[in-house]
């Protein structure tokens, strides 16, 4: 019985000893959250605070925000207008053959800059040559008969004077003077036709140009009904081209159109990059197209260099007008949202104040400031997106160094000038203390 019983009360004691050993570890685990939470509020106060200075001067995160700035100035905006065209000639020539025959010679190359009255091909001319000589020979005979017929004539006149001879004999004679006079007239004709066929058997350039690709070769026989002419020549100086602006643009060119201006035009490459030629408006069209929604109209150049091309595509930039004394910002000051168009203006306290302004014409780099902004004040653009009116901001003009950088480079420079009258060590090499031996490193 003695064994039963105390075989009974053992695990009664276990158990309470675990308790107590649960209850220690529940002690020390609050124990150490508690130390976990006193070091995070020495921490947080130990933290330097928003708007304060951490050690060497520099602003922590909610300080005066880091902005690049420069000043609105006073200056002259041109006022363009931009339309895209392609080049075209003033004459464009397919040349063809007033005759038929074969080509016994190409006087000319391909490229080749021609003037009026340069030959160009040579067809055979033996034929027309024939032809001539017989219009000749047909011409002399009929001479020969109507001067046979004058006579006849005069001879008719005196015998009918002394009534030897009836008078209807005498005006048979008179039709056939008249008869042979027109067939005298034909043939002399026949001559000139004969004469200008070996004329037109050398084609030569009828404009001043440059002569595109040969589309016959020598030994080719050629009609007057060619399907691709023979050469095509082009007129490059002067030349011009046309382009497109849209309908909203048109009022304020005819204004200066109607008070005489002549506008000068600029042509630019493809991309908008390279400078091709200047010229000046032309003309325009009389009807803007329903379909776009544009009105053409026709630059002229003088193409001396001939940097423009027949069929080449340009930008046109129509000068319009020139705005004197304007103010002019960068285009990156330049903020639109919820308050419309505005831009950050720095204060002299170090603080920005949101304005609003009325914008003009403007390029790829400034714009016009039209109302809202004086030359001379200062205008954020770099650095406005996280910008709100009132902000403080540490201003650093546009194309200055940055501060770190600048302090470095003072920094250096005072180290360069108190290190003046040591002499100048390798690099590595610890510069020597007082006492003879290196510095020590730092």
Same mark, same amino acid.
């Given at each position: ?7 009974g009360?053992?695990p ?9 050993t ?19 509020l020495?921490?947080w ?5 928003a *708007?304060?200075?951490?050690p ?20 002259d905006?041109p006022?363009?207008?931009i339309?895209?065209g ?15 025959g074969q ?20 067809i ?25 017929a004058?006579?006849?004539l005069?001879?008719?006149?005196t015998?009918?004077?002394q009534?030897s ?6 005006a048979t004679?008179?039709?056939?003077v ?58 490059l100086?002067?030349?011009t081209a ?31 990059t390279n400078?091709?030629?200047t010229?000046?408006l ?12 544009t009105?053409?109209?026709?630059a002229?150049?003088?193409?001396e260099?001939?940097?423009l ?33 505005y831009v ?27 109302q ?26 546009? *194309?200055?160094p ?19 009258q ?9 510069a020597?203390t007082?006492?003879g ?6």
């Amino acid at each position: 019985m003695n064994d039963i019983h105390g075989r009974g009360e053992a695990p009664a004691a276990t158990t309470e000893t675990e308790a107590n050993t649960r209850r220690a570890l529940l002690r020390k685990v609050a124990l150490a959250v508690a130390a976990l939470l006193v070091l995070a509020l020495v921490a947080w106060a130990l933290t330097p605070k928003a *708007g304060t200075k951490a050690p060497g001067g520099r602003f922590t995160a909610g300080g005066p925000m880091p902005v690049v700035g420069t000043a609105a100035r006073s200056g002259d905006m041109p006022v363009t207008l931009i339309g895209l065209g392609a080049v075209t000639p003033i004459a464009t020539v397919t040349v063809q053959s007033q005759i038929s025959g074969q080509i016994v010679k190409v006087l000319f190359k391909e490229g080749q800059a021609v003037k009026p009255g340069d030959p160009l091909f040579q067809i055979d001319p033996r034929p027309y040559q024939v032809a001539l000589e017989q219009a000749q020979g047909a011409l002399a005979r009929d001479k020969a008969l109507l001067a046979n017929a004058h006579t006849d004539l005069e001879r008719y006149q005196t015998l009918l004077a002394q009534d030897s001879i009836a008078e209807q004999t005498l005006a048979t004679q008179k039709s056939l003077v008249v008869q042979d006079e027109g067939t005298v007239k034909a043939d002399q004709a026949a001559v000139d036709a004969a004469k200008l066929n070996l004329v037109y058997a050398h084609i030569v350039s009828p404009i001043s140009g440059r002569a595109g690709l040969q589309q016959v070769n020598l030994g080719n026989y050629i009609t007057p009904s060619e399907p691709n002419g023979l050469v095509v020549i082009a007129q490059l100086k002067p030349i011009t081209a046309m382009f497109s602006l849209p309908e909203d643009q048109i009022p304020p060119l005819l204004v200066q159109l109607h008070a005489g201006k002549t506008l000068p035009v600029t042509a630019w490459d493809r991309t908008h990059t390279n400078k091709l030629a200047t010229g000046v408006l032309q003309s325009i069209d009389s009807t803007i197209d329903p379909t776009t929604g544009t009105l053409k109209m026709k630059a002229s150049f003088a193409n001396e260099e001939e940097t423009l091309f027949p069929q080449q595509f340009v930008n046109i930039e129509l000068l319009l007008n020139t705005l004197q004394g304007v103010v002019l910002v960068p285009q990156s000051a330049i903020q639109r949202g919820a308050p419309g168009t505005y831009v950050y203006v720095v204060n002299q306290d170090e603080t920005v104040s949101l304005r609003k302004v009325t914008l003009g014409p403007g390029n790829a780099n400034d714009i016009v400031v039209q109302q809202g902004l004086r030359a001379g004040e200062t205008v954020v653009t770099d650095g406005a997106d996280k910008l709100k009116d009132g902000a403080k901001v540490s201003l650093r003009r546009a *194309g200055a160094p940055p501060a770190a950088a600048a302090a470095a480079a003072a920094s250096e420079s005072s180290a360069s000038k108190g290190q003046g009258q040591h002499r100048r060590l390798p690099a590595g090499q610890a510069a020597p203390t007082d006492h003879g031996g290196p510095a020590p490193a730092q």
